[in-house]
């Protein structure tokens, strides 16, 4: 199975300020297509995940162009700019390259 | 709107069998795969298995000699069943749509207890 390590954050993030979470993968997610099968979840307190990123880079819908997503093959990072209330929870990356799908233990995010 | 939602007991006995059913609305099992993920108390997110569009699933191989998924396209629902329960099944359980999960009920809590 492809393991997925996600990075802590540096917990309480200060509103306003940038967050980067990381998240590595044990094998590269770079299909033959070009594509990166890699995507980005938020789960807020109590609430079901969310998709924010696929594609490792493409902004689901509805999604705030605060979210940016990029990375290589095998090393990934999701981008919040300007941190808010609403972006409070826990961010899982996860890989859908081959079964079966993993996700990473996820990062917390809390703020100040 | 596109809608996912879960249904099932919210306490199953051990060694006994959980079924869930997850009804969607807004699109339909013919075009678009419907995933299981489920999640412990307190832990991180496990994909279970899925339905595809064409009618084929795939299982977690840590599940497959357990788990079992079918459907009923003209209810646009999604059946889970898994069986020989143990306490550590307990979790909530998501159904969620497609490859990119774009789309997620509100989940179903399941508490494996005698």
């Known amino acids: 199975d492809i393991v997925m390590t996600q990075g802590a954050l540096p917990n309480p993030v200060p509103s306003g300020e940038s967050a980067s979470i990381t998240c590595q993968s044990s094998k590269s997610l770079l299909h033959s297509n070009g594509k990166t099968y890699l995507n980005w979840y938020l789960q807020r307190p109590g609430q079901s995940p969310q998709l924010l990123i696929y594609?490792?880079?493409t902004r689901a819908s509805g999604v705030s162009d605060r979210f940016s997503g990029s990375g290589s093959g095998t090393d990934f990072t999701l981008k919040i700019s300007s941190v808010e209330a609403e972006d409070v929870g826990v961010y899982y990356c996860q890989q859908f390259l081959e079964y079966p799908y993993t996700f990473g233990a996820g990062t917390k995010l809390e703020l100040k | 709107q596109v809608q996912l939602k879960e249904s099932g007991p919210g306490l199953v006995q051990p060694s006994q069998t959980l079924s869930l059913t997850c009804t969607v609305s807004g699109f339909s099992l013919m075009d678009y795969s419907v995933h299981w993920v489920r999640q412990p108390p307190g832990k991180g997110l496990e994909w279970m298995g899925r339905m595809k569009y064409d009618g084929d699933t795939y299982y977690n191989s840590a599940l497959k000699s357990r788990l079992s998924i079918s459907r009923d396209t003209s209810k646009s629902q999604v059946f889970l069943k898994m069986n020989s329960l143990q306490t550590e099944d307990t979790a909530i359980y998501y159904c969620t749509r497609a490859l990119f999960m774009d789309a997620w009920g509100q989940g179903a809590s399941v508490t494996v207890s005698s």
């Open positions: 594609w490792m880079s």
